[in-house]
Structures are given as structure tokens and as C-alpha cells.
């Protein structure tokens, strides 16, 4: 059979979960984009954008029994969903420096250096030296080698640290006390996702049937978590 069947958790963990962060994702992009169509404002709908995109090729792999498809298609859902947060580094500089300081130029060279790194790698070790595998043999889940893990922990470490300081560089310039309880949403936000994306990191490279029970009712929670980076500070933009 190409399809294959759906457990009921997997099934349940599609249709409610990533269907609706993704949509709610897009639904953001589009309130960012319809208030402010510069720079700022299309970086900050760019990181909603990219991660949805990442959930969709994530559920498109699902049905398939086709090695090949099955890990193309999650090749390019770990892709977007792992260098979304690259955007949002680039906005937080746009913010702290201005877009005249902080030029189009800049933050081309900086998403450039991330994603050619990181497609590169990712094409080496996740795909030639078969550092994720989904098959028969992983019952058609993905699994992480550890080399691979190590890379992902290491490679969303390099936007972690940086947006975490100029997240409290930011936060520690406001003078108003509004802007400032705003900005602790954000930051509530933007650490809530970066701890989504470590937990999914080792939800897929540590097979313990415990962590996983509790996995899944802690992953719903990027949904919260994307909403408040967007209450924090897109809708001001």
C-alpha cells in the first residue's frame, strides 16, 4: 500500500493540533501583513509563514509508505519549521536598530549564512548519511541519529542565545510600562516556542514511551505560545 493507516493519536494529533496551528499561523501572517507592509512588519509575517509551511509538509508525509517521498517530505518540514526562528532574530535586529541601520542588506547575509549552513548540513547528514529516517523499521515515525540530534540542538542554539539577549536588550530600553508588560508576553512567547522546538527535537530522538505520553499534551501548547509573540508585539506593528 502507498497510504498507510493512521493510529487514532496520530490522527488526532494532525487533525487538532498542527491543522490548526497552522492555520491559526496563517491567519496572523495575514493580520501582520494587512496592518504594515514593510520590512519589519514582512519579516515578523515571514516567521508565521515559514513555520506553517513547515507544519503542512510535516502533515504531508504522514500517509505515505514511500521511503524516499516520506523523508523528502520531512526533510522539508524540519527546513522551514528549524529556520523559521531565523526570521525572527532578523526582526528583533530590524527592531533594536532600525531598518535604516539594520539595512536589507544585512539581514539577507545573516538568513543567507543560517540557511545555506543548514541546508547543507541538513542535505549531508540528515539525508545522504540517513541522520533522520522514517521507514518500515521506525513504523513509519521519523527517528533522529545522534550526530543529527546534535546538529539541530547546536544549529537552533545559534538563534536561541542572540534572540534571547536582544529580546531583554529590547525589553530593558522601554521606558513605558505598557509597552513593557507587552514585551514580557512576547518574551513568554518566543521562549515558549524555542522549548516546543527543543521538546520536538527529543520527542523524535529519545524513544521512551513516557516522554511521549506527555509530550503530546504539552505540544498543543505552541499554539498559545505563537499567539503570544503575536499579542506581545505584532499587533502593534
Same mark, same amino acid.
Given at each position: 500500500?502507498?497510504?498507510?493507516?493512521?493510529?487514532?493519536?496520530?490522527?488526532?494529533?494532525?487533525?487538532?493540533?498542527?491543522?490548526?496551528?497552522?492555520?491559526?499561523?496563517?491567519?496572523?501572517?495575514?493580520?501582520?501583513?494587512?496592518?504594515?507592509?514593510?520590512?519589519?512588519?514582512?519579516?515578523?509575517?515571514?516567521?508565521?509563514?515559514?513555520?506553517?509551511?513547515?507544519? +503542512?509538509?510535516?502533515?504531508?508525509?504522514?500517509?505515505? $509508505?514511500?521511503?524516499?517521498?516520506?523523508?523528502?517530505?520531512?526533510?522539508?518540514? %524540519?527546513?522551514?519549521?528549524?529556520?523559521?526562528?531565523?526570521?525572527?532574530?532578523?526582526? /528583533?535586529?530590524?527592531?533594536?536598530?532600525?531598518?535604516?541601520?539594520?539595512? $536589507? $542588506?544585512?539581514?539577507?547575509?545573516?538568513?543567507?549564512?543560517?540557511?545555506?549552513?543548514? /541546508?547543507?548540513?541538513?542535505? +549531508?547528514?540528515? /539525508?545522504?548519511? @540517513?541522520?533522520?529516517?522514517?521507514? @518500515?523499521?521506525?513504523?513509519?515515525?521519523?527517528?533522529?541519529?545522534?550526530?543529527?540530534?546534535?546538529?539541530?540542538?547546536?544549529?537552533?542554539?545559534? +538563534?536561541?542565545?542572540?534572540?534571547?539577549?536582544?529580546?531583554?536588550? %529590547?525589553?530593558?530600553?522601554?521606558?513605558?510600562?505598557?509597552? $513593557?508588560?507587552?514585551?514580557?508576553?512576547?518574551?513568554?512567547?518566543?521562549?515558549?516556542?524555542?522549548?516546543?522546538?527543543?521538546?520536538?527535537?527529543?520527542?523524535?530522538?529519545?524513544?521512551? @514511551?513516557?516522554?511521549?505520553?506527555?509530550?503530546?499534551?504539552?505540544?498543543?501548547?505552541?499554539?498559545?505560545?505563537?499567539? /503570544?509573540?503575536?499579542?506581545?508585539?505584532?499587533?502593534?506593528?
Amino acid at each position: 500500500m502507498i497510504l498507510q493507516s493512521f493510529d487514532f493519536s496520530r490522527l488526532i494529533g494532525v487533525a487538532l493540533n498542527q491543522s490548526f496551528v497552522i492555520i491559526l499561523f496563517f491567519l496572523m501572517s495575514y493580520l501582520i501583513l494587512r496592518r504594515n507592509k514593510n520590512r519589519l512588519s514582512k519579516t515578523f509575517a515571514s516567521f508565521y509563514l515559514c513555520e506553517a509551511v513547515g507544519f +503542512i509538509f510535516g502533515m504531508l508525509y504522514l500517509p505515505f $509508505k514511500i521511503n524516499l517521498l516520506a523523508n523528502i517530505l520531512y526533510f522539508f518540514a %524540519i527546513l522551514f519549521i528549524f529556520f523559521g526562528p531565523t526570521l525572527l532574530l532578523t526582526f /528583533l535586529l530590524i527592531l533594536l536598530q532600525s531598518e535604516v541601520i539594520f539595512t $536589507k $542588506k544585512k539581514q539577507m547575509i545573516i538568513l543567507s549564512i543560517y540557511f545555506m549552513i543548514y /541546508l547543507i548540513i541538513l542535505l +549531508i547528514i540528515g /539525508l545522504l548519511l @540517513e541522520g533522520f529516517q522514517i521507514n @518500515e523499521s521506525t513504523g513509519w515515525r521519523p527517528h533522529y541519529s545522534l550526530p543529527f540530534f546534535m546538529f539541530l540542538v547546536t544549529y537552533v542554539s545559534t +538563534i536561541v542565545v542572540p534572540t534571547m539577549y536582544f529580546s531583554i536588550t %529590547i525589553y530593558q530600553k522601554f521606558q513605558n510600562p505598557q509597552l $513593557k508588560s507587552r514585551w514580557v508576553q512576547f518574551l513568554i512567547g518566543m521562549v515558549g516556542f524555542m522549548f516546543i522546538l527543543y521538546g520536538l527535537m527529543l520527542y523524535i530522538f529519545w524513544s521512551n @514511551e513516557l516522554y511521549r505520553f506527555i509530550w503530546g499534551f504539552i505540544s498543543p501548547a505552541v499554539i498559545i505560545f505563537g499567539y /503570544l509573540i503575536y499579542r506581545g508585539t505584532g499587533r502593534q506593528l
